[in-house]
């Protein structure tokens, strides 16, 4: 270990913050499930889509156009992101416009921008 990283050396186990930590943590399936939305945040596309609409819906088109991707690139993005419930779309017309899923989403854009900014 280099000088830097701190370690522990304790020959006591601290059965009681282990006791509160057990009962406390977030259940093992709840945890995975925050791993799969965290690796959707994790493409760079699917995130300048968030990105996009956090500021206004949009459709396809204007978003590949947007992004300088094909429809077919935005559409796939698209998918995943809806079937992660980060994104809907409603239908006007002929056209299928996209926006965040709700409130939820904005909020974790918003704490990530935050944080990257500190």
Do not use: W
């Not at 522990?8 to 977030?26: R, T």
């Not at 760079?44 to 429809?71: F, G, P, Q, W, Y």
């Not at 559409?75 to 709700?102: C, I, T």
């Amino acid at each position: 270990m280099g000088r830097n990283e701190a370690s522990c050396d304790c020959a006591v186990i601290h059965e009681d913050i282990l006791q509160h930590v057990k009962d406390e943590m977030v259940p093992e399936n709840e945890l995975d499930s925050m791993t799969k939305l965290f690796k959707v945040f994790g493409d760079s596309t699917r995130i300048s889509i968030l990105a996009a609409l956090n500021c206004h819906e949009m459709c396809v088109c204007d978003l590949a156009v947007l992004l300088d991707m094909t429809k077919s690139a935005i559409s796939h993005q698209l998918r995943v992101l809806r079937e992660n419930n980060l994104v809907k779309f409603v239908k006007k017309g002929k056209h299928a416009y996209y926006s965040l899923a709700d409130d939820h989403v904005r909020e974790i854009l918003d704490v990530a921008l935050e944080h990257i900014n500190e």
